[in-house]
């Protein structure tokens, strides 16, 4: 059997992600995305766009120094334009370190991402990680 295109699009963008492929993430996104970020830290809120979404991204590796990944480990589709992807994040930040399991849950139009809704097993964990 052949990969779902919707589970292909999301573990291409994990990929892209993961090598700070900007331009491909930018592809993935419509123009108007937007990605939730729960919590009550610097990146919490709603990131409205495609340029803002990547200014996110730009700014996770930044705080970082460029040690986040991204665990992939599962996707999973409903063939109507959803999908839910399961990760665990890793992270240095100062003198701080962060192994935590998250989840995005997308809307996909068109063959492209409109909607990111971020979750995290542990949101005190990641405001204070992200103070």
């Given at each position: 059997?052949?990969?779902?295109?919707?589970?292909?699009?999301?573990?291409?963008?994990?990929?892209?992600?993961?090598?700070?492929?900007?331009e491909t993430l930018a592809s993935m996104m419509t123009a108007d995305?937007?990605?939730?970020?729960?919590?009550?830290?610097?990146?919490?809120?709603?990131?409205?766009?495609?340029?803002?979404?990547?200014?996110?991204?730009?700014?996770?590796a930044e705080e970082t120094m460029n040690t986040m990944r991204v665990?992939?480990?599962?996707?999973?589709?409903d063939g109507r334009g959803h999908a839910m992807s399961h990760h665990?994040?890793?992270?240095?930040?100062?003198?701080?370190?962060?192994?935590?399991?998250?989840?995005?849950?997308?809307?996909?139009?068109?063959?492209?991402?409109?909607?990111?809704?971020?979750?995290?097993?542990?949101?005190?964990?990641?405001?204070?990680?992200?103070?």
């Open positions: 059997m052949s990969e779902h295109p919707d589970r292909a699009l999301i573990r291409r963008g994990y990929e892209a992600f993961g090598k700070g492929d900007m995305v937007i990605h939730h970020v729960p919590g009550s830290n610097q990146f919490s809120g709603h990131h409205k766009g495609r340029e803002a979404c990547l200014d996110l991204y730009r700014r996770w665990e992939l480990l599962s996707v999973l589709v665990i994040t890793r992270a240095d930040r100062g003198d701080r370190g962060i192994e935590i399991g998250g989840g995005l849950f997308f809307t996909i139009v068109g063959g492209k991402i409109t909607d990111i809704d971020q979750c995290t097993a542990d949101i005190q964990e990641e405001d204070i990680f992200w103070g």
